[in-house]
């Protein structure tokens, strides 16, 4: 069945190195998103995309992250150097705007950064 | 900016009891969309139910409805019947029609006891 695949599913990481998370999202989707979910915060949209194209990326950090979709079936999320504060799960949507409401969410990739 | 409120952090319900989770939200928009996403301990985010704020009608999904006050801007989720896989996470969210994006409540951890 169709699904969002997001890969690794854990990644633990020393401070300072470069992490990068991968979303498949599902065929013929246009619009992707990038959330963050923190014991803190809560569940916060870091960027998301329509038909590849970036149209908010407000949440994002802009010294340290960076969210591309270099392909419709690949969107990229990229933290260079990462912090202990991006300790976090992050998770990948996906959606069909104009069609339906709903986003589908992938399982996150739970990022622990030591 | 839409706020989301989930005023319960933790409920308990015994098996096969119905259980009320609250949410209330704010919003000058009147074209939006309202959502319960459900998130057990395998992190997968679920959609649980969806209403339209155009729609008088409250929705339902087998055992969970919605109790839906426009004017209140509440909207509150019965789980009847209880059981144990029922056990989560539950995010409201708040999606207003004009972006797409969605803005989660800070969750309600629902424990069903056998």
């Known amino acids: 069945d169709a699904r969002v695949t997001q890969t690794p599913r854990d990644k633990v990481t020393e401070m300072g190195q470069e992490v990068t998370m991968r979303c498949q999202p599902i065929?013929?989707?246009?619009?992707v998103f990038w959330y963050r979910q923190t014991m803190m915060q809560g569940l916060e949209l870091l960027a998301y995309?329509?038909?590849?194209?970036?149209?908010?990326d407000s949440g994002m950090p802009k010294d340290r992250f960076s969210a591309e979709m270099p392909d419709a079936t690949l969107a990229t999320l990229k933290i260079q150097p990462s912090e202990p504060r991006d300790s976090a799960v992050y998770f990948c949507?996906?959606?069909?705007?104009?069609?339906?409401?709903?986003?589908?969410f992938g399982q996150g990739t739970r990022l622990t950064v030591v | 900016a839409q706020t989301v409120t989930q005023s319960q952090p933790e409920m308990s319900v015994q098996e096969a009891e119905t259980v009320t989770l609250s949410c209330t939200y704010d919003?000058?928009?009147?074209?939006?969309?309202l959502f319960w996403y459900k998130q057990p301990p395998s992190r997968q985010m679920i959609l649980v139910i969806r209403?339209?704020?155009?729609?008088?009608q409250n929705a339902t999904e087998n055992r969970f409805s919605v109790n839906f006050q426009k004017a209140a801007k509440s909207f509150s989720l019965k789980i009847s019947d209880s059981q144990l896989g029922d056990t989560a996470m539950y995010f409201c969210?708040?999606?207003?029609?004009?972006?797409?994006?969605?803005?989660f409540g800070k969750g309600t951890k629902l424990s069903v006891i056998p």
């Open positions: 949507a996906s959606g069909l705007r104009g069609t339906n409401t709903e986003a589908f």
């Open positions: 065929l013929g989707h246009n619009t």
């Open positions: 995309f329509r038909n590849r194209a970036p149209l908010d």
């Open positions: 919003t000058s928009e009147n074209n939006y969309y």
């Open positions: 209403q339209e704020a155009y729609k008088q």
């Open positions: 969210a708040f999606m207003w029609a004009g972006s797409y994006q969605l803005t």
